[in-house]
């Protein structure tokens, strides 16, 4: 997706968000009902956390995006403190949590069952000289777990768990 289709994209959605918004305002503008609304930014995408109710749920979205930076700083790629920058940097018997260790195993469990399709591994040289949205992953596995502590076998891959990582945090805060 280049720039521009990007920013169209957000555009219209940011475009809807707002319609939509003023229209819930003047139909509902005499009940109850009310929008409680809360911007992020995680793993380098901006999200919205949009919630309807009759109560007063900003204490329930603070304790939303909380979560989300928490596990954030668990799996994103972007600082060398998290589980997974740590191990994209240290490369070998990198310690992590229980739960980056539960999105690199789903990780595996699926590179397996779309055979190689979804690959987290990323080979950072490539992308850069390409400069494109294509990711080149290697054939096999370039994960080696022991216990919580994992390595990267491929010297020239990072993991970037992109979708499945952003997908994860959604699904736990949800629950």
Known sequence: MNKRFFLKS???????????????QKLYRN?????????????????????????????????????????????????????????????????????????????VLMQLKTANYFNVALNPSIFELANCNVQFAPKGNILL???????LVEKNYNIDLGGIGKGYIIQNVMN
């Open 31 to 107: 009940t109850k009902y009310k929008i409680f609304i809360k911007n992020f930014f995680s793993m380098g995408t901006t999200g919205k956390i949009c919630i309807i109710s009759e109560e007063d749920v900003s204490e329930l979205l603070n304790n939303a995006i909380n979560k989300i930076l928490q596990l954030e700083r668990k799996l994103t790629k972007f600082s060398v403190h998290s589980d997974i920058g740590g191990l994209n940097f240290f490369r070998s018997n990198r310690l992590v949590t229980d739960e980056t260790l539960k999105v690199l195993k789903l990780s």
């Open 10 to 24: 957000f555009t219209r959605f940011t475009s809807i968000s707002v319609i939509a918004n003023f229209f819930f």
């Open 145 to 151: 777990f022991n216990n919580n502590f994992v390595s």
